[in-house]
């Protein structure tokens, strides 16, 4: 049988699906275990590298789950947005597979076998929402991807994870079911059907009210995007295990619900139905403010990865902004922001994860000094840090350029002010850390936990990470490239 | 007559049998009841209640498929011509409905046995089965039938065995006895007002037959001793099918009877006399009169949106769990009603349909209850902690019906809900979305409190520290997963009820000219 971009898309969904069931059957013996995961990490990400071939050449693959008939289906159709996501997410999913492998090994972790079966339906609901073709299969897959991340999160299974993993659990659904789901019925009713077309489904047909009140609906529908009120589930998930928090703020979860928004403004709503609406321009604002809320809380957090969650909560207003600007640019400096700060985040996360798993470190006053025991760690920390604030030669300069290009199409210009005081908020919580980390001398001697040296395969993928934001600087144009089918028809 | 066509299917053959089926559904769970009381022992009255229900189930498909084929299959008691005699006439709103009657009665049953070991004296068990049986007949027979005296003797029936079933649940929890009492009292009221309601009717039209005297009213105008008639039996049905605020029997009736009485009469008793509702305000009575539409508009409507927020709040806040499932059956009752109150086509099948689906969702509830009530005496909701490691088989098929309670995509609840919206929104009554979503909302909440429960909270553990794990009976299992599976293929493939419920809802609706 020869791969065709129809059965890839089905591909999508039957990899991980073996795959999970290969980790379940080989639970008892972990070698072969880890192998068929990394296996299936490798056979979904060349499948998506075929899958964003095929559509770069201009196909758009389409395939139907269900039809249940009055109007609703099941569909998926890759579009360059989506095939971005997919790529995206299966990239870093192997190097988070094997950043894990090592995480859970280096931490003795129980019950690892159930670990890596969640992860790989998590895995396979993100690329379930990077190929939807309609809101309605978006939906499922989007509350796949929340079912299937809860155990994840409180893998711990301790009293604090289980807090943390029921915030988690009920802000995502309540949102979900309470919010998100009237706005895909509405949409159907409305539109006559929820599928992505270029251009949107309502232009021209419903009133500024309605619009209004549907994109609020999904605006804070999409709790996996965390705009302030909704993004509590954010900081509470960092109980998980720092695997599970990479997955979370990189590869799929947040970006996920980032993703739904890009794509609603572009194929449901339309980019200028959304410039039009004055309800857009509130959100705006309140994405401008959750940007610099989220970093200034950041700063006063010494727990490290509470640190990086609340940079994650402002990173991702970005996008939220970029999206209801909607300007053709603004929305591509918010697509590229997906991309961007997934490898900007995961590099992060996972130099978090290496100095816990060394020496259960996880404050960021107590990681002076620790620079010298493990040097690579810290580097590739602080690249990912530069990218962050988006300096130069680093790929996360591009989107932030991107954003500013985009609004200044538009009245709200002030907006920018937002962003630059984010980027100065960046490096004063980002940068200070492996600066102290080499400059510094450690306060405590008595345990020597600064000498202690993180397992390879902790340090390995940060690394890899590292080097990505600096390739993906110069890899921005044909990014571009690539999206600009999406955006010609609004601009 | 009946005994004879029963004596000679054997002798002629099996046409026999089906050409007699829309009698012998009912008959034979009829008979087979009083069979059941006399065989000695439970697990032997069981296998009869299985094979009596199973035979009911069997032809009821039968039926269902001729329905299915265009066919409306009429039939005349010891062949006595309508008017006189009583007539029994399926089509494709009440197949359906005879259909889930027979398969829940069956699953049920399939379900039921170890926790009636459990529950029930062995001394009491083979009368308990054959009144399970009589209750089961009553429920179809009131389906089955088109004749409107007839169907107050199998409300009858199937009322009185059930108050009998209900304070069966004494030996757990004394306060059975108290609902069932209660349940009589007002149950009796509800019997009374339909049967002087059916009277008014006959003392107009002088015939009892339904369609006989739809099309006398048809021809006579408006009437106040129609109206009265027509008070008197929307009140005495609405008490029957819980209709808010006639609903203050449902709960305790639910929570305190044995688990298998609860899990049926949950999925079956209520739909059993909204169809019936359902039958006489659109095919007895003329639909688009004022006083009808008025009804709609004015006490249905705002009655129906009342009980799916004020009873789903209430629901929020039991702790016992069975009582919780029971406040949000009347919620959901609830939203049937909106649908019927819509006066619409569409509005009446997603009301039909939704009447389907919430049988399928809460008889597995119920039964996942029961089972945890068997394996850990789970009671009150705290009581479910950790389930997720103990009962996990359980526990997860008790997700999966909670989902569909709340409405998720991949559940049937979500297509019901979803043509409900569709069908209030086509009328213009925003209100009804609202008040649609707030509900839902609020049954994420508890339904969110239950799998929180389970999968949250620590399981209980024996004194060395290993978690406990029980033994749940197999078939009881199988029982649950037919429920489970039937929530998730409904809605990949929701043709076969929603066919059904759009068949007679035109059927019923066509003629007004909507």
Redesign the interface.
């Known amino acids: 049988m020869n791969w065709t971009p129809e059965l890839g898309l089905g591909l999508l969904l039957i990899i991980p699906a073996i795959g999970c069931a290969g980790i379940v059957l080989a639970g008892k013996a972990p070698n072969f275990r880890d192998i068929i995961n990394l296996v299936m990490g490798t056979a979904l990400l060349v499948n998506v590298i075929a899958l964003v071939k095929a559509v770069g050449a201009g196909s758009r693959p389409s395939l139907v789950l269900?039809d249940?008939?009055?109007g609703?289906s099941l569909q998926f159709t890759l579009e360059p947005l989506g095939a971005l996501f997919a790529a995206l997410a299966s990239s870093l999913f192997l190097l988070n597979t094997l950043y894990g492998i090592g995480y859970m090994r280096g931490t003795n972790a129980k019950d690892q076998t159930r670990f890596f079966a969640f992860f790989a339906v998590a895995i396979a609901a993100s690329m379930g929402v990077a190929a939807s073709g309609n809101m309605?299969t978006l939906?499922?897959f989007y509350?796949i991807l929340t079912l299937s991340t809860f155990p994840l999160v409180?893998h711990n299974g301790d009293a604090k994870a289980?807090r943390g993993?029921?915030i988690y659990l009920?802000i995502l659904?309540?949102t979900s079911?309470?919010l998100l789901?009237?706005a895909v019925?509405a949409t159907?009713?409305f539109a006559g059907s929820t599928e992505f077309v270029a251009g949107g489904l309502f232009a021209g047909t419903l009133g500024a009210g309605i619009i209004g009140t549907l994109l609020v609906l999904y605006t804070f529908g999409i709790a996996k995007a965390a705009l302030i009120p909704v993004h509590m589930w954010l900081p509470n998930a960092m109980v998980a295990p720092t695997p599970v928090s990479a997955f979370l703020h990189a590869v799929a979860v947040v970006k996920a619900g980032v993703f739904t928004m890009v794509k609603i403004v572009v194929y449901l709503f339309g980019m200028d139905v959304v410039r039009d609406s004055a309800v857009a321009h509130w959100l705006a604002i309140l994405a401008a403010i959750t940007i610099v809320i989220g970093s200034l809380i950041a700063m006063t957090k010494d727990n490290l990865k509470a640190r990086l969650a609340w940079s994650t909560i402002g990173q991702l207003s970005y996008i939220t902004l970029g999206a209801m600007i909607a300007t053709p640019l603004a929305l591509l400096g918010a697509a590229l922001q997906i991309v961007m700060h997934a490898f900007g985040k995961i590099t992060l996360f996972m130099c978090a994860g290496s100095i816990y798993s060394s020496n259960h470190t996880t404050e960021v006053s107590k990681m002076n000094g620790m620079g010298k025991a493990m040097p690579m760690v810290f580097i590739a920390f602080f690249i990912g840090a530069l990218s962050i604030i988006g300096l130069p030669p680093f790929a996360g300069v591009w989107p932030k350029f991107l954003l500013f290009m985009g609004m200044t199409d538009k009245a709200d210009q002030w907006l920018v002010m937002a962003l630059i005081l984010s980027s100065l908020l960046n490096i004063v919580y980002l940068l200070p850390i492996s600066v102290n980390a080499f400059m510094k001398k450690a306060e405590s001697q008595e345990n020597n936990i600064a000498d202690a040296r993180p397992p390879v395969l902790t340090v390995l993928p940060p690394v890899l990470t590292a080097a990505a934001t600096l390739v993906l600087f110069f890899m921005a144009v044909p990014i571009m490239d690539y999206l600009r089918p999406v955006f010609e028809g609004g601009s | 007559m009946i005994l004879e066509s029963i004596g000679s299917s054997s002798a002629i053959g099996i046409d026999a049998l089906w050409s007699n089926a829309a009698a012998l559904v009912v008959v034979i769970p009829l008979i087979g009841g009083a069979v059941a009381a006399l065989l000695g022992r439970g697990r032997i009255a069981w296998a009869w209640a299985v094979l009596c229900v199973l035979a009911s189930f069997i032809l009821s498909l039968f039926m269902l498929n001729l329905v299915l084929g265009g066919e409306t299959i009429g039939y005349e008691m010891g062949n006595w011509e309508v008017p006189l005699g009583i007539a029994y006439q399926i089509d494709s709103l009440n197949a359906l409905i005879i259909t889930l009657v027979s398969a829940m009665a069956l699953l049920a049953l399939l379900f039921g046995l170890p926790t009636v070991e459990h529950e029930i004296d062995p001394k009491k068990q083979s009368m308990f089965f054959g009144t399970f049986l009589v209750c089961v007949a009553g429920l179809l027979g009131m389906a089955a039938t088109a004749d409107a005296f007839n169907v107050f003797v199998f409300l009858e029936i199937s009322s009185i065995s059930t108050y009998v079933l209900v304070a069966m649940g004494a030996k757990q929890n004394r306060q059975a006895l108290t609902a069932s009492y209660n349940y009589l009292i007002l149950g009796t009221i509800g019997a009374t007002f339909f049967v002087i309601g059916v009277g008014l009717l006959y003392m107009v039209t002088g015939t009892l037959n339904m369609s006989d005297i739809s099309s006398i009213l048809a021809g006579m105008g408006d009437d106040r001793v129609v109206r009265a008639a027509f008070a008197f039996i929307v009140i005495g049905l609405g008490l029957k099918t819980a209709m808010f605020p006639l609903h203050t029997w449902l709960p305790n009736a639910y929570a305190f009877s044995p688990s298998i009485v609860g899990m049926f009469l949950a999925s079956t008793a209520t739909k059993v006399a909204l169809y019936l509702l359902i039958r006489f305000l659109f095919s007895v009575f003329q639909t688009g009169s004022s006083f009808e539409t008025a009804m709609f508009d004015f006490v249905l409507a705002p009655m129906a949106v009342t009980a799916m927020i004020v009873c789903s709040v209430q629901a929020s806040f039991q702790p016992d769990v069975r009582r919780l499932l029971a406040y949000s059956s009347v919620a959901q009752v609830g939203y049937m009603l909106l649908g019927v109150s819509l006066g619409t086509a569409a509005g009446l099948s997603a009301g039909l349909l939704h009447l389907f689906n919430h049988a399928l969702m809460k008889g597995a509830l119920f039964m996942a209850i029961g089972l945890a009530g068997l394996g850990l005496g789970v009671v009150r909701i705290s009581e479910m902690r950790g389930m997720g490691k103990t009962m996990p088989f359980t526990a997860a098929g008790l997700t999966v019906a909670g989902l569909s309670l709340?409405?998720?995509?991949?559940t049937a609840g979500f297509?019901s809900k979803?043509?409900l919206?569709?069908a209030a929104?086509e009328r213009g009554w925003w209100w009804a979305?609202v008040a649609i979503?707030v509900s839902?909302?609020l049954a994420?909440f508890y339904v969110?409190k239950m799998i929180?429960a389970m999968y949250?909270?620590e399981p209980a553990k024996h004194a060395d520290g290993s978690v406990m794990k029980v033994k749940t009976p197999v078939l009881s299992l199988i029982a649950l997963y037919i429920l489970v599976l039937a929530n998730v293929w409904f809605?990949?493939?929701?043709?076969l009820p929603?066919g059904l419920a759009e068949t007679a809802a035109s059927a019923l609706i066509g003629g007004e000219g909507s």
């Open positions: 269900a249940i008939g009055g609703l309605l939906f499922v509350e409180t289980k993993g029921r009920t659904m309540a079911i309470g789901l009237p019925i159907q009713v | 709340m409405g998720v995509p991949l297509i979803y043509y919206v569709i929104l979305v979503v839902s909302v994420i969110g929180e949250l909270h809605f990949f493939d929701p043709s929603f």
